[in-house]
T-cell receptor, first 112, second 114 residues
């Protein structure tokens, strides 16, 4: 079983739609959680951290459910520029303090 | 802005060749990482370094070695390239302390081994 699992998609949604991605992680000792964004043929970049109480950054909302070991990302009012692959990232204490584990990503295409 | 640069965007090598991939960061970050990214497998950690001359194996170190002689530079070496090392290679850096969870990536090197 992969340590971090995501639905690869693709998710094809119209502009203005709301879309949600989930990610599950297997290590209950995981401590920190993030969403990274990777545009086509580009490097990954941090989108947002995920806090226990949930957090919002503009149109993006991240949630963490420790009991069920999943993380979610909600994008409201989708824009064409949101088209990218979204990577779920987990940091676990059982591994090296400096290591992150990346999911394989969920591909989103926002259609005009 | 943090800048991480990689020596090549595209490389084509032959089986058995020795391959050097170089990465340089300009933000005085202690941590540096080498990943490979393959479809369906995501990013997998090859090696990382938290200080000059220090290195630790990641999840898939076999067939690779690394060198960190200066803080800003982290090199990945394929001693004898094989076709299964065809991949996208990404270098990243981060701070050692708080905030170190944010990794800054270079643009990647697409390596094709024939």
């Amino acid at each position: 079983r992969k340590e971090v699992e995501q639905d690869p998609g693709p998710f094809n949604v119209p502009e203005g739609a709301t879309v949600a991605f989930n990610c599950t992680y297997s290590n209950s000792a995981s401590q920190s959680f993030f969403w990274y964004r990777q545009d086509c043929r580009k490097e990954p970049k941090l989108l947002m951290s995920v806090y226990s109480s949930g957090n919002e950054d503009g149109r993006f909302t991240a949630q963490l459910n420790r009991a069920s070991q999943y993380i979610s990302l909600l994008i409201r009012d989708s824009k064409l520029s949101d088209s990218a692959t979204y990577l779920c990232v987990v940091k676990s204490l059982s591994g090296s303090a400096r290591q992150l584990t990346f999911g394989s990503g969920t591909q989103l295409t926002v259609l005009p | 802005d943090v800048k991480v640069t990689q020596s090549s965007r595209y490389l084509v090598k032959r089986t058995g060749e020795k391959v050097f991939l170089e990465c340089v960061q300009d933000m005085d970050h202690e941590n540096m990482f080498w990943y490979r990214q393959d479809p369906g497998l995501g990013l997998r950690l090859i090696y990382f370094s938290y200080d000059v001359k220090m290195k630790e194996k990641g999840d898939i170190p076999e067939g690779y070695s690394v060198s960190r002689e200066k803080k800003e530079r982290f090199s990945l070496i394929l001693e004898s390239a094989s076709t299964n090392q065809t991949s996208m290679y990404l270098c990243a850096s981060s701070l050692l302390g708080a905030g170190g969870e944010t990794q800054y990536f270079g643009p990647g090197t697409r390596l094709l081994v024939l």
